[in-house]
């Protein structure tokens, strides 16, 4: 059984940082397609860092340079990074992973229940 369980969301200041953790279980990073996506209330969920099994890595263009998505194959767990957070990064963010490359929720396989971040002073 494949498990994915967020961690580290928080109310956080704008322009701080957050550090979110994402700990598979049941599942491994060599074939597999690593992602956190996001969704504000009303708004569709949407990709916002993608890493693939040989570490090339995607980001969305709103948090370029701000986001970093990593791994560590030891302890099976996908992190995000979120330096200068801005009140319109407020959202729950959620890890999935899929057997593609891609920046669709559709094409995601596995899901978490998600850890929300809010940005706010």
């Known amino acids: 059984e494949v498990q994915l369980v967020e961690s580290g969301g928080a109310l956080v200041q704008p322009g701080g940082s957050l550090r979110l953790s994402c700990a598979a279980s049941g599942i491994t990073f060599d074939k597999n397609t690593m992602a956190w996506f996001r969704q504000a209330p009303g708004n569709e969920r949407e990709a916002v860092a993608l890493?693939?099994?040989?570490?090339?890595?995607y980001s969305e263009d709103s948090v370029k340079g701000r986001f970093a998505i990593s791994r560590d194959r030891a302890k099976n767990t996908v992190y995000l990074q979120m330096n200068k957070v801005k009140p319109e990064d407020t959202a729950v963010y959620y890890c999935?992973?899929?057997?593609?490359?891609?920046?669709?929720?559709?094409?995601?396989?596995?899901w978490g229940r998600g850890t929300q971040v809010t940005v706010s002073s």
């Open positions: 999935a992973a899929s057997w593609l490359w891609s920046i669709y929720p559709k094409d995601y396989d596995y």
């Open positions: 890493i693939n099994a040989d570490g090339t890595t």
